[in-house]
């Protein structure tokens, strides 16, 4: 009797385990799809504006000045980038921003959305709240490709040639 | 009668687009440089051969012409329309090098869009792209302008007999002083004064302002001075004049561009001490009329979808776009996709009005042109005036353009074409667009968008739209820039030297 009841307790914690375990699968896939990239933030229902959203990009250029306290971040994906006003402290964790030579690190932005910010002159951004750098930027390749040397170095051989041919021929025109 | 071109004819034709190309090819020395100075050796060699090709490619084309043959009227018109091609071509070819282009065309379409100081782009990755790349973007709108042509002609490059056919041919209307030369160095130092002014102040503004780096700092300054003053609208960034978050930023570009859209002529009589011109002329009357009302019309346009919830940021994001849109130049502080979903239907129609009406004539701006508008307006009183009165009555229409002048009828019909011109290429261009399978207003905006060279875009212009849509925006841009007649002669003598016409027929 005992035996039977502990495993009826013992299916019973497995069920909910499993249960468990199925209705959090959706829960961390919503979770997942609830970070933005920054072209999905500009394209965005305007019913959320003023809401909080969270996004993840790659910082950009360089944090600019915004005012005493605060920075602005460019954060770019898919192509687009938004503007972000963040305490400057937190815009001085990123270590690398994105340029020719480098890619910049990724962010995290938890923020309030402003499709057109009363504070900052009608701008679409995104206030900060939580600010931190998921990965760090590195370094990218820029092959250096020598073929195109050497096609340029033989086009300014056959015009150092066409040169003194046009040359000879404005001569023999003249005389 | 339509004259053929003889072979002798497309000798002289062929040379001077080769001095063009050879050009072309000397400007990439300041990319090269640029790239030499950065470390970025990628896009040096990039510069490197693109400058071998144009000086081997343009060579060989000027090798045609050993004489020194005068240059006719009609063979301006075809030098300075394939000339502006073929510049075109051969300044795509580092861009298509770097990386950042789907494809040649892609790259092209970009040259074409630099050149004719149209701002709109189809590249990828802007924010990674080299410096040296973007100083080549930006160059091509310092060279475009100006005007190619111009630029020969400044520095004297084998243009005599035929200068001043070249000079009109370029989209110029006047002389600004007796000798041509003088005239296109002239508009270079207007040119250099204030893109050196831009350039200083922006530096400030980014490095002690918004905390740049020097030397990117300066780059930016520079670049986004020369976009402004030559109302091209290129930016090094992405997120265009977005990326600076700067009220001072704004300020400075709008001066910018309002310097830009102004007459070379105009610039010369101020310079001169004539500065009552500045508002006797009717160009500056009918812009200043222009971008007042217009501004207002997309003021009212914001405030009634209450998109923006302030009169100051109504009136400042209304504003920046119209003098944006009416100079041609072509930056925006909102995304391309914002026009249709945030900025409603009245701002939309007010921004359109604006790009399709232009700047001034003899100016680095594109569109029908405020000469042009204030001559058929006093033209259209005119005829109103006449109607009404006594039949014995003789009237006679004036305006101030630089000096008193009679409205001629043969002045109202040349401005009367090029509006029509303009307005066939506008609605053209859209229709194709909306075939395409875009928005109508969408398809309509970016039309007149690339036609008027201004760059503002509504999202349809990127490296994904139809290969079909490309090449049109792209003669639309080359088409408008040169304000049609040379790029129609070109036509015509390409169907001529193909057999169309026969006799008698045309």
């Known amino acids: 009797m005992i035996r039977s009841l502990k495993n009826a307790t013992g299916l019973f914690v497995s069920l909910c385990c499993i249960a468990g375990a199925l209705c959090a699968l959706p829960t961390a896939a919503a979770a997942a799809s609830d970070t933005l990239s920054p072209a999905e933030v500009v394209e965005i229902d305007r019913d959320l504006n003023g809401t909080v959203i969270e996004f993840e990009g790659e910082a950009i250029g360089e944090a600019l000045h915004a005012d005493a306290t605060h920075k602005w971040v460019n954060v770019l994906g898919d192509g687009m980038a938004v503007g972000v006003y963040v305490a400057s402290d937190s815009a001085d964790l990123v270590g690398t921003f994105g340029d020719h030579r480098h890619d910049g690190d990724i962010v995290r932005v938890s923020g309030t959305i402003n499709v057109a910010c009363d504070e900052h002159a009608g701008e679409f951004d995104v206030h900060a709240e939580r600010f931190e750098i998921i990965s760090q930027g590195e370094v990218r390749e820029t092959p250096i490709q020598p073929w195109k040397a050497v096609v340029g170095l033989l086009g300014v051989a056959v015009f150092l040639v066409e040169w003194r041919f046009y040359g000879r021929l404005k001569e023999r025109n003249l005389a | ?506």
């Open chain 2, 1 to 506: 009668m339509w004259i053929r071109l003889r072979l002798a004819d497309l000798k002289v034709i062929l040379h001077f687009v080769g001095l063009f190309v050879i050009g072309i090819g000397l400007a990439m020395l300041v990319p090269l440089v640029t790239a030499v100075v950065f470390g970025e050796w990628d896009a040096a060699l990039d510069y490197f051969m693109g400058f071998g090709l144009a000086l081997c490619i343009g060579m060989g084309m000027a090798l045609g012409r050993t004489r020194g043959e005068n240059v006719t009227h009609a063979d301006a018109l075809v030098i300075t329309a394939l000339g502006w091609l073929a510049a075109s071509l051969i300044a795509a070819v580092p861009l298509a090098l770097s990386g950042n282009y789907a494809s040649y065309l892609d790259a092209v379409f970009d040259a074409i869009s630099g050149l004719t100081t149209s701002g709109l782009t189809v590249v990828n990755d802007l924010d990674h792209m080299a410096l040296a790349h973007n100083m080549w973007r930006h160059l091509t709108h310092l060279i475009g302008g100006q005007g190619i042509i111009v630029a020969a002609l400044s520095l004297a490059v084998g243009l005599r007999g035929g200068a001043f056919s070249l000079y009109l041919a370029e989209g110029r209307d006047e002389r600004i002083l007796p000798n041509v030369l003088y005239t296109a160095r002239f508009i270079w130092f207007v040119t250099a004064v204030y893109v050196l002014i831009g350039t200083v102040v922006l530096w400030g503004v980014n490095s002690l302002h918004l905390g740049m780096a020097p030397d990117r700092g300066l780059l930016h300054a520079f670049w986004i001075s020369v976009a402004a003053y030559d109302t091209g609208g290129f930016g090094p960034q992405s997120m265009n004049a977005m990326y600076y978050h700067s009220y001072s930023f704004e300020i400075v570009g709008v001066f910018l561009m309002l310097a830009g859209t102004l007459n070379f002529n105009l610039h010369a009589q101020v310079w001169r001490g004539d500065r009552p011109e500045l508002w006797r002329n009717i160009e500056t009357r009918v812009l200043g009329i222009n971008i007042m009302l217009l501004s207002a019309l997309t003021a009212i346009g914001l405030a009634a979808t209450r998109f923006l919830p302030e009169g100051f940021e109504i009136l400042r994001k209304g504003a920046y776009h119209i003098v944006s849109a009416n100079t041609g130049t072509g930056h925006q502080t909102v995304y391309p996709g914002q026009w249709t979903s945030d900025m409603g239907g009245i701002a939309i129609v007010a921004v359109m009005l604006a790009m399709a009406a232009g700047g001034a004539v003899s100016s680095t701006a594109g569109g029908i042109k405020a000469l042009r508008l204030g001559v058929i307006l006093k033209s259209i009183v005119h005829q109103v005036k006449q109607s009404i009165a006594p039949r014995s009555a003789v009237l006679k229409a004036r305006y101030h353009h630089i000096e008193d002048k009679f409205l001629t009828p043969e002045a109202a019909s040349a401005a009367t074409t090029v509006f029509i011109l303009y307005m066939a290429t506008f609605i053209t261009g859209g229709i194709i667009g909306a075939a395409y399978g875009y928005d109508p207003v969408q398809a309509m905006f970016e039309s007149i968008s690339a036609t008027a060279n201004v760059g503002l875009s509504t999202g349809i212009t990127s490296s994904g739209m139809p290969v079909g849509l490309k090449i049109v925006y792209m003669v639309q841009m080359w088409g408008g820039r040169l304000e049609f007649i040379a790029v129609l002669t070109l036509i015509v003598q390409v169907l001529l030297s193909l057999g169309v016409r026969r006799k008698g027929s045309l």
